[in-house]
């Protein structure tokens, strides 16, 4: 079993739309974790971390949830810039491994 | 601007062949690490350093040496570079992690062909 996983998708939505996803760790010691976005080619970018109380910011909004072993990443009103894929990660051994998921790709249509 | 550099960019090269990929930060980050990352596989993490001249094996490290001999530049070197080792390559960088929250910044990555 890999240590984070994620549904690969590709989620295609169209603009406007509400679109969530999870991903579940297997280490229940893990102690941080964070979603990061990365465009096509591009180098992976943080988007937001993910707190025990859970945190939103602006159309995002992020869960976690220990007892489950899952973090969820909620997207509302949906843009054409939101299309991406959103990597999982989490923070394992005392702060020095980020472990990613294989990511989540979204395509947003207009 | 804070950043984190990689050169070359793009490379192809022959089997055997040694190479040097240069990494280099401008945050003053303790923490270095070297990921690959291939479809279907994600992000795998080579080797990591916490600090000067202490550096550890990630997930993959067979078939790459690294050193850290200054806090800045965090090369990954091939000595015998293989076709399995044709991926698209990050260096990252964070601050000491007083918390474990610090962001950790990217490269903008090296896309590496072994034939």
């Known amino acids: 079993r890999k240590e984070v996983e994620q549904d690969p998708g590709p989620f295609n939505v169209p603009e406007g739309a509400t679109v969530a996803f999870n991903c579940t760790y297997s280490?229940?010691?893990?102690?941080?974790f964070f979603w990061y976005r990365q465009d096509c080619r591009k180098e992976p970018k943080l988007l937001m971390s993910?707190?025990?109380s859970g945190n939103e910011d602006g159309r995002f909004t992020a869960q976690l949830n220990r007892a489950s072993q899952y973090i969820s990443l909620l997207i509302r009103d949906s843009k054409l810039s939101d299309s991406a894929t959103y990597l999982c990660?989490?923070?394992?051994?005392?702060?020095?491994?980020?472990?990613f998921g294989g990511g989540t790709r979204l395509m947003v249509k207009p | 601007e804070a950043q984190v550099t990689q050169n070359p960019r793009y490379l192809i090269t022959v089997t055997g062949k040694k190479l040097t990929v240069t990494c280099s930060q401008n945050?003053?980050?303790?923490?270095m690490s070297w990921y690959r990352q291939d479809p279907g596989l994600g992000l795998r993490q080579i080797y990591y350093?916490?600090?000067?001249?202490?550096?550890d094996k990630g997930d993959v490290p067979e078939g790459y040496k690294v050193s850290r001999k200054e806090k800045r530049n965090f090369p990954l070197i091939l000595e015998s570079p293989s076709p399995n080792q044709t991926s698209l390559y990050f260096c990252?960088?964070?601050?000491?992690?007083?918390?474990?929250?610090?962001?950790?910044?990217f490269g903008p990555g090296t896309r590496l062909t072994v034939l």
């Open positions: 990252a960088s964070r601050t000491r992690l007083d918390s474990s929250y610090n962001e950790q910044f």
């Open positions: 280490n229940s010691a893990s102690q941080s």
């Open positions: 993910v707190y025990s």
């Open positions: 990660v989490v923070n394992n051994n005392a702060g020095n491994m980020l472990t």
């Open positions: 945050m003053n980050h303790e923490y």
């Open positions: 350093s916490m600090n000067v001249e202490v550096t």
